[in-house]
């Protein structure tokens, strides 16, 4: 009957918690994200694609590969262009002797450089203006959020267009920093409204409420109560924009704006590829190589931020009532 | 005795989440008879709001579903009904009306609208006879201007408000039986007494059984002829009114009554309490599921699961003990 | 060597009566509805509190009782600063942080700087409603009870913890659980936690807003005895706001009756129990359900006609007007009734105030 331990014997604290039906071992967050997770299959599968295609494009420099600029040349000292996927080029050479595979390879390197570069800037920025405007309100808020309007209302494409073209003089070189640059500037609109909405919501709740009457301040608020409970739709969300990016840097590749000749992208690649397969030439593996990989790395993005959504979301959290 | 209107025997109604199979009711029976108000209560996870589905059919597969049992109403069973005729039995025979109105009324329509639409499928009549019909079941449940309020849209009106409408609704089409899960739990308490002082007054006209689920045993004690007790989805106790407050056999119902706080009584310092909190319906334990927070519990208690027994007339109770039991101090003395 | 807080822009020397803990003076806290995209034009106000007055002496337990719309969250987070009133005097005499025998000054919180308000939290507290949303579920429930100690800057990492640890114990939860999360407990679990924390500072003072209220029935009373056991133990003083007059009448040792933002009736419990005096406090308990058929059975109720008021829109002269069955025009709605002493320590705001027993 009694609910406290009265006197001087000491509780039976394994009673207590059987009659509240505590489990046995602690539940973590971390345990409910895993088993929930783990339950979303093609999400599994695209964390296993991912996790090799990032292996392969990190380590492509001890695999035996070839050199992706070398114009190779055969036993007579002919350079071996056009030649369809056999034993020696497992994807075939270009039209000036360059090994597909290798290209397919160190483009990736690019084009994921670029995806996540983007995805962190994104991430950051949206983040601290999302947060700012959703947890101070007022003119604050009606400022950044007019500017946010402005940046999503911009055109995507021709904006970057315009912009790659000024970018590359000024970032002479160094091509995957400046796209990077590029596409966080344009991206981080979505994000910005979304953790906007978050810290309005989580801002009124009684948690906040109770640290405030604790005496914390606005920062620890913010950074110790809001923001870890507002990370789900921020990773969601930062993922689903990696995917984004790479379709958008191989969009300008393709239409010439992004990484030039000779260094690889997979959009670059399967332009040139495009232009040559039409023209006569038949050399499908030049358009087929690079199209896999970008559509097999964004499909494998898309499946895992839709995983990783589900796996985070908290309405689906085991709860007791 | 006249012939039940409500005979459900050996209700078993299941739950497939990810965590496992959730018994929400795992093996209930109950009669119900015409013009009876019978009461359900129950706390969290007690069943009592599936049983209520359960019996209007609105237990959705996959994921639920009804496994076993009969549903008897007026000599037929529901569980065998074709999907067409257990619609026409909804909402026509059978009525239910929803803890919170705002989502039970369709937010896009004027009440008006989910009136007559309510009543031209139960009752076959035209829509300027709907309509009249209508207005008169808003005057029943003495909604002002009735005209004007046809044209309302649910967020427009109070929760009191919205609940009158639910009623109306619900008995628009003159139902035997008017199932109503928690109605005025979300309602202030003065709003709580004008709604249901309404249903008793509109039941009684009608002779309308009524099968109030509630948690509140001060809700039960004024408006309910029998009551039945759930817990952890299955029977506790059941029996009058009279029996279940004055004469409680089961050491869950008497531990409720002496938990509760009382508006015309000042009870001692410290109130009786359960410890514990009710279990999870995912693998419950064997035996009776209320054993780790009954002060009474015996090692019987754990190997086999008490059935419900025929103490008293028509006062059932599911514990191995029950008749033996000294509940009095349980339940408490009143200080004044 | 005293250690005096004193506020600077009191006007004169405040006077409060030293068993006297808070003393609220005329409290308004109204809300503005705005209109406009650059500049807010106030067009309306939400008027939840509209002018209330009671006080709270030290060691008891204040009950302040209504419906939706009376203002009685409101005022509970007004008292404690979560909210800045729009007017009036909420005059607070804590314990200071160190010595018991030193007695701090008489603060008006509406008009305490961030210094004041700072030193001020950690005599007062809270514990929330939903004892799902009142806990942060990333938190393990050791960071939750141990951050107000945290913010204060309170003692080392394992002082917390020890602590921690013993808070756990206090409020009969095992100790072994501090890495745990709230979702793996139960309602009545994680309410208890929030009284831990609330109580991690060594408060006198707190307000418990609606505690039990989103408990199943047969753990609200183990809530109840714990909340009055710690009053015992730590000599606090308790703002207790609810709906529900029954546990109010067990648990207080004072009652206010609030509706629409303004304060019906002040007594002690045993006299509002037993001689109630507005129209509202007798229709409000003869609407309460009392779990005894013979009791309910013979009971005479009134029926209030129509809804609560809109707190925008409040009606005029005395706010229960719309809706009292002793109500005389124009007088009741035209003139606005003061609280009146009607005998020792009972105050009612009625024009015809009459004894009615209701239970």
Redesign the interface.
Known sequence: MTDRPSGNEPPVYSALDEAEGLSVEPVTQWKLFKTRFVRHRLAMLAAVVLGIILLLVLFADLLPLQSPTEQLSDENGRIVNLLSPRGEYWFGTDELGQDVMARVVYGGRTSLTVAVLTGLMVATFGTLVGSIAGYYGGWVDTLLMRFTDLILSLPLLPVAIVAAAWLREAFEGREALSLSILLGTLLWGTLARIVRAEFLSLREKEFVEAARAAGARDRRIIFRHILPNALSPIIVNATLVIGIAIILEAALSFLGFGVRPPEPAWGQMAANGGRLAVGGSGAWWLVLFPSFALIITVLSVNFLGDGLRDALDPTQTIERK | MSEPLLQVTNLRTFFST??GIVRAVDGLSFTIHEGERFGVVG???SGKSVTALSVMRLIEPPAGEIVTGEILFKGEDLLRLRDDDMRKVRGGQIAMIFQDPMTALNPVYTIGNQLIETIVLHQGVGKSEAHEIALEALDDVHIPNPKVRMGDYPHQL????RQRVMIAMGLSCNPDLLIADEPTTAL???????IL?LMLELTEERNTAVMLIT?????V??FCDNIQVMYAGRLVERGT??FI??ETLHPYTA??????????E??E????????????LIDPANGCRFR??C?FAQAVCETDTPLPRELGEGHWAACHFASDLDLVRVKGVPVR | MTQEVTNQKADGAVQMAPERLLQVEDLVKHFPITKGIFFRKEIAAVQAVSGISFHIDRGETLGIVGESGCGKSTTARCVLRLLKATSGKLLYRGESAGDASERAEVIDIAKADKHQMRRLRRDMQIVFQDPYASLNPRMTVASIIAEPMLVHNLGDTSDRIDRVKELLKVVGLNPEHTNRYPHEFSGGQRQRIGVARALALNPSFMVLDEPVSALDVSIQAQVLNLMGDLQEEFNLTYLFIAHDLSVVRHVCDRVGVMYLGKMAEVADRDTLYHHPMHPYTHALMSAVPIPDPTVERDRRRIILEGDIPSPINPPPGCRFNTRCPRAEFPRCSEDTPEMKEVEQDHWVACHFPEVQKVV
Not at chain 2, 269 to 279: H, K, M, N
């Open positions: 990810e965590e706390e969290s996870g109070s929760g009191g408000m202030d308490v003065t709003t709580q007494a004008q002082d948690h509140d045993l001060g809700v004690a004024g009114t009279g407050f004055d531990g409720l009554l002496g938990s509760m706080t009382r508006l015309d000042v009870r310092e410290r109130l009786y309490s359960i410890r514990g909190a009710p279990p999870s780790v927070r002060d």
